[in-house]
Structures are given as C-alpha cells and as structure tokens.
C-alpha cells in the first residue's frame, strides 16, 4: 500500500505546484469598441483630423448610426456638472405626469448653486419644473422633481438605474442636479449615450429645444430664457445641456441636425469658453460622417426585463464595475496578484501532501490494530 502512495504523492504535488488549474479570463471588451479605451485622440484615416479643443474629454457621433467619428478620453470619468441634468429629466419624464401640480419643499427652494427661483408659496406642474430644469438648470427645480418623484433616494435609483439601462457605465449620480458630491462621475461617452436617448424622447426633446419660456411666479410669470447659447447661434441646433462647477469645469451635451442628420457633441473638463469649439466639432462631424471609418459607436440599451425577471437596478453603480476602457496596470496589484496565486499553489500542494501523510497514518494504524486483534485472538 505505502509503495503505491509514493507516486500518487509525487504525482499530486507536482500538479500542486504547477499553478492554477484555469486561465485568467479573457480581457473585458471595451464599450463602443477597442479604440474608445485610449486616452489619446482618436479620429478616422484619410480624414482632416477634428479641431482642437480645450476639453480633456470629448466625442463626437453620429444619432442616427450610432458611430463614434472621433474621441479623446472618451471613458474618461469626470464630474459632470449639471449636464446630469440631461439624465434626471431622462429618468423621471416618463414617471411623472406632466400636468402634475407641486408646491416645493423649503428644502427645494433653498438649494444651492443655479436657481429658477421657485417659491414655496407658489404652485407649480411637473411640466413647469422640467422647464426650469433644462433651460434655467435650476439645482431647486431638480429637487422639487426629485421630490415628487417619491424623494431623494427613489429617484437617485431611478436615475442609476437608467444608466445601466443605457449601458452608461461610467455614469453615477449622486445628486439629481449635477452638483458636486463625492462618488459622482460620468464620461463623453455616456452623456452622449443620454443624450440620443433623451432625444428619441418627444417631451426631452421638446424642453431642451426651447429658448425660452413663461415661468409661474408669486404675482403672475417671468421669462426664463435656456443657458445654451447655441440655440441662437448655431444652425440646426436641437439643444440638450450645458453645465459648469469650480470642480468639474465646464461641460456640454448637445445636438444639430442637418439634411437628415443628427451630430452629437459631448466635451468634458474645459476651462473656458467653449461655444465656438463646440460649433467646430459640430461641423466637423457633419463634413466627416460619410468619410471616414468610424472609431467605436454608441452601444443601444438594453432590453427591459420583463417584471419577474428583473434584477435589482436600485443600487448604485460601483465605477470598478464599469466595461468601459480597457484595464489599466497596476504594477503592484499585479505582483501581488502573481504572488498570492504561486503562494496558493504552494499551500494547495501543502494540503494534499499533509492530507495524503494522514491517509498514510490511516491505513498503518488499521494494518496494526488488524495485527493487534490478530495475535490476541490467537
């Protein structure tokens, strides 16, 4: 018996020591394709290459098809301001009626940063506040949504969960205005996946378009006129959202149609004035839509599940669960890692080894009762 062991022993240790039995897994594909994962430019072959912008982020695509003409930094996650706005009005146009009549909360009303100027003496419908939402950026209009909406937390959710819908990754939202707050991040890639969603949707659509708007007040109305200045001066623009905080710096969502053809331009993190570069990239993207080869595309939502088959989308998005880019190294993550696997490999081959040695004291220990019980019967 014990002669028979020693190979088996010999055999398993080796296998032990050897390493893992199975392959890393494959690589996670990048979303929009492999070139959206540089952090550099990308632009088509053969074609003039898209005007320089101050932005740390941007893309430019094509509505309709869904390709991406050209980005830098497209996965990049960055603080976006109030062009989050674009997604809590995503979220909760379909939820609330618009005719909706709302007093605000004081809680609204105080809200810091850009304001409409709601009043808690005054009423006001959903269709009002989506108004000031996206023309004003009123921070106190997202919280009166918000409310109605069945509070803070329900419509945070609302909003993650739209984001994963729209397989926006990078996208977390923490606030349903864009201020600031820790843990809050979005990209140019998936503000423009909002923003061709929002723009499939007819009352998105028609809010982010107007100029300007009668706006209720304690004694009768006001004008309130959109904070995106190239729906003046831009032909064909259609409009969606700017943003600006002293963190995030400035960033724009938007859209131009033209002939039949939609551009979608979306800039993140740039210190200054950014209309003209925008209106530039604009006509670039018109210029070199049926020139070039595309350098990722738009990915389409996902398929809503049926009720009794849907996961759980309330919980925020952890950003490391993002397919976005490809994954970055981190030298000492990946020693570490090669280090625990040749140490579990060890301690596996340690454990077979000491358990094949208790087999071994098994079967010795019943041979020698077996002689013992023997030689007594004797």
Known sequence: MGTKL??????????ALAGPAFADPPAVPVLGGDQLASKGLVAPEGVKAPPKT????????????????????PHGRFLPASTL??????????K?????????????????????GLSVKTTYTVDDLFKALMLSSGNDAAMALAEANGGLGTTLADMNAEAKRLQANDTVAKTPSGLDKPGQSSSAYDLALIARAGLANPDFRRYVSLKSSRFPAPKGYYEIGNHNKLLWRY????????????????????AATRDGHTIIVTIMRHEGYFWEE????????????????PVGRLVDPLPVQPATEQVNTTATPSPAASTRGAPVLDAAASSQTGTSRMVGS???????????????????????TRRADAEADQ
């Not at 020693?6 to 296998?15: F, N």
């Not at 101050?54 to 098809?65: G, I, Q, Y």
């Not at 209106?279 to 080869?293: H, P, Q, S, V």
């Open 6 to 15: 020693v190979p088996v022993v010999a055999l398993l240790a080796a296998v």
């Open 54 to 73: 101050k932005a740390t982020s941007f893309v430019v695509a094509d509505a309709e098809t869904g390709q991406v003409l050209a980005a830098r930094n």
């Open 85 to 94: 706005k674009a997604l809590t009005a995503l979220s909760l146009i379909p």
């Open 96 to 116: 609330l009626d618009k005719n909706l009549k709302i007093k605000p909360s004081r809680t609204a009303v105080n809200q810091e940063g850009s304001a409409v």
């Open 235 to 254: 032909k064909g623009m259609v409009g969606v959202k700017n943003g600006w905080t002293s963190k995030a710096l400035g960033s724009f969502v938007g």
């Open 278 to 293: 925008v209106e530039d990239l604009l006509d670039w993207g018109f210029a070199a839509r049926a020139k070039g080869r």
């Open 346 to 368: 060890v301690v596996v081959g340690a454990g077979l080894l000491g358990g094949l040695g208790w087999l071994l004291y098994g079967v010795r220990r019943r041979r020698a």
